[in-house]
T-cell receptor, first 116, second 113 residues
């Protein structure tokens, strides 16, 4: 069965410092991995995805994520955090198995708080 | 460019009442789905559709019905509301390929009293 784990409920970081939001996954076949961000009272916005190729993928707002197949991880990173990055972040995975609908499964979310 | 539109944004129901949450997309996407978001549990899939006339159950389908008569619309019906259905509901659509991201509506905050 597919699953996503985000081990931290909340991550606190000072503005200007690097940030990491962790994600590990379990899926049949090759994983297709996604990060979304949710601002208060808003829907989810797509940040970036890993499909194949380079393990380091770059996305919106200066975010990037590193795919590590051996550790089944897809951690979200940013070199220098901004207060405006404070939001709820979701990791999601979709398996590549054939037949049937390949559901997008979400982690529980990690709240990122960036302090001035 | 509307994307995915959900109505209403807020709703309060009494236990036992029924209602329909509306979802419409204007991107001609094949796949549509409904999720509920609860604190500490992320988004859980309620029902999904891979095209007009085709629907199936997700992780938490009990108490909900869906239909897909057109590509654009995917309404979610609560048959007899219960307090356990108090949640934020999100509709999403995607073109259908495994590698494409889903697009989400703004959400409906439902409270059942």
């Amino acid at each position: 069965a597919q699953s996503v784990a985000q081990p931290e409920d909340q991550v606190n970081v000072a503005e200007g410092n690097p940030l990491t939001v962790k994600c590990t996954y379990s899926v049949s076949g090759n994983p297709y991995l996604f990060w979304y961000v949710q601002y208060p009272n808003r829907g989810l916005q797509f940040l970036l995805k890993y499909i194949t190729g380079d393990n380091l993928v770059k996305g919106s707002y200066g975010f990037e994520a590193e795919f590590n197949k051996s550790q089944t991880s897809f951690h979200l990173k940013k070199p220098s955090a901004l207060v405006s990055d404070s939001a709820l972040y979701f990791c999601a995975v979709r398996g590549s198995h054939s037949g049937g609908y390949n559901k997008l499964i979400f982690g529980a979310g990690t709240r990122l708080a960036v302090h001035p | 460019n509307a994307g995915v539109t959900q109505t209403p944004k807020f709703q309060v129901l009494k236990t036992g009442q029924s209602m329909t949450l509306q979802c419409a997309q204007d991107m001609n996407h094949e796949y549509m789905s409904w999720y509920r978001q609860d604190p500490g549990m992320g988004l859980r899939l309620i029902h999904y559709s891979v095209g007009a006339g085709i629907t199936d159950q997700g992780e938490v389908p009990n108490g909900y019905n869906v239909s897909r008569s057109t590509t654009e619309d995917f309404p979610l019906r609560l048959l007899s509301a219960a307090p356990s259905q108090t949640s934020v509901y999100f509709c999403a659509s995607s073109p259908g390929a495994l590698t494409t991201e889903a697009f989400f509506g703004q959400g409906t905050r439902l409270t059942v009293v």
